[in-house]
């Protein structure tokens, strides 16, 4: 590996990984208590970001609930926003409608932040206004992703409506 990774795993005594996951652990056990002071499950999610989005989907989406603070709430979206996983984006969309309109506009910049995830967003909206079919079809190159993801951009009257990965438009 790297010179920090080897740094690392010198001051664990190899043990960085179980360390790590056991940090994760504690941090997203702290996170969900509700009788914890705010400051410190605020500190907790901050560390969830060490974990894998896979492992605190659960964890996360907890910490959405509109019965959170908003601190915990806000803490959870930034570390939302730190994941690469796409079903953030579904996962946001699909809570959208519990969120006060503060956690929304954080949603929303989180939704930004990815180039991949605006697509989420924008066919989640879509669904609502347009049908497919009605829409003017555009084939165009991801420009922001090193892999040439083609897209299929579904406009109408000079406002884009729906951008997806070509191989999932309907």
């Known amino acids: 590996g790297s010179k920090l990774a080897d740094q ?4 664990t005594g190899g043990r960085a990984d179980e360390l790590t996951k056991q940090l994760v652990a504690d941090a997203a056990k702290l996170s969900v208590n509700g009788e914890a002071k ?3 499950r605020v500190a907790a999610v901050q560390q ?3 974990g894998r989005f896979d492992e ?4 996360l989406t907890t910490l959405l609930e ?5 601190e915990v709430q806000q803490a959870a979206l930034n570390v939302l926003g730190s994941f690469r996983d ?9 809570r959208w409608a519990s969120f006060s309109p503060r956690v929304r506009g954080q949603a929303a910049e989180v939704l930004f932040s990815r180039p ?6 924008l066919d989640a909206v879509y669904r609502h206004e347009t049908r497919p079919w009605e829409l003017d079809r555009t084939i165009s190159t991801d420009t922001y992703g090193s892999d040439g993801m083609q897209l299929s951009i579904g406009a109408r009257g000079g406002k884009v409506h729906r ?3 070509r191989d999932r438009y309907v």
Do not use: F
């Open 8 to 11: 690392v795993a010198a001051a």
């Open 38 to 40: 705010t400051a410190a």
């Open 48 to 50: 969830l970001r060490l």
């Open 56 to 59: 605190l989907k659960t964890t």
């Open 66 to 70: 509109p019965a959170q603070p908003a």
């Open 86 to 94: 796409s079903q953030v984006a579904s996962l946001l969309v699909e």
């Open 116 to 121: 991949e995830w605006i697509g989420t967003l």
């Open 163 to 165: 951008i997806v990965a």
